[in-house]
Every structure is written in C-alpha cells, then in structure tokens.
C-alpha cells in the first residue's frame, strides 16, 4: 500500500525549475521529520534534503543554495524546491518520513516502499 504520494516531477531544461510535493496517504506527517531522496539509473540511493520537527534543514552539497526544502502543516505536505536545475539533478526523487535513512532503510526508500516516486529529468 502506497504511503506517501510523491508529486510534481518532469522533464526540463537545464536552468529551469521544478517544485515537488510529498504527501501522506494512509496517515499523517504531524509535523515529523521527512527526507527527500533521490537515485539516478546505476547510482546510489542518497539523501537530497531534511527537515526536521524544529524546522532545521539539511542539503547535501550537491544541492545547496539551489534547493529549498519546507512544509504546509495545514496540507500535511512537504516540498522540494529546486531551481537551477542541472543534468546531474536526472534522478527519480521519492520522500521518506523520519530521520534520514541508511543503510537497508535507505535502500527501502529508493525501492518504492514509501512511495513510488516521481521523476524528473533534465536536458542540457
């Protein structure tokens, strides 16, 4: 049973942007911590961006200063939004509740078992 509803991915231009929502289907974020991640074909799972409860945030290097991570309590939803996109963004993203995943939870993320996740691709 599909847990979370990953939304808004495509295909653009390099430059251009994308927002993503992530949506609980079967319950609700209440304000938890939720990862965004993300694997491209023979790459691994890795973790994109966090947010935790207190509203601190994570980027991973690749990322930073051209993603925004935030959330809609009210709408129980959390977004990614990415701008400048480049090439190397080509990946299908999926969202994860908790504290970021590793190991086999990481493995779990980037295998659908929250959701199916949502492609985006990038052209240069």
């Known amino acids: 049973e599909v847990q979370l509803v990953e939304s808004g991915g495509g295909s653009v231009q390099a430059g251009e942007s994308l927002r993503l929502s992530c949506t609980a289907s079967v319950f609700t974020f209440d304000g938890s911590d939720v990862g965004w991640y993300r694997q491209a074909p023979g790459n691994e799972c890795d973790l994109v961006s966090h947010i935790s409860r207190d509203g601190s945030t994570y980027y991973a290097d690749s990322v930073k200063g051209r993603f925004t991570i935030s959330r809609d309590n009210a709408k129980d939803t959390v977004y990614l939004q990415m701008n400048s996109l480049k090439p190397e963004d080509t990946a299908v993203y999926y969202c994860?509740?908790?504290?970021?995943?590793?190991?086999?939870?990481?493995?779990?993320?980037?295998?659908?078992?929250w959701g199916q996740g949502t492609q985006v691709t990038v052209s240069s």
């Open positions: 994860a509740p908790g504290r970021p995943a590793t190991g086999r939870d990481l493995l779990r993320v980037c295998a659908g078992y």
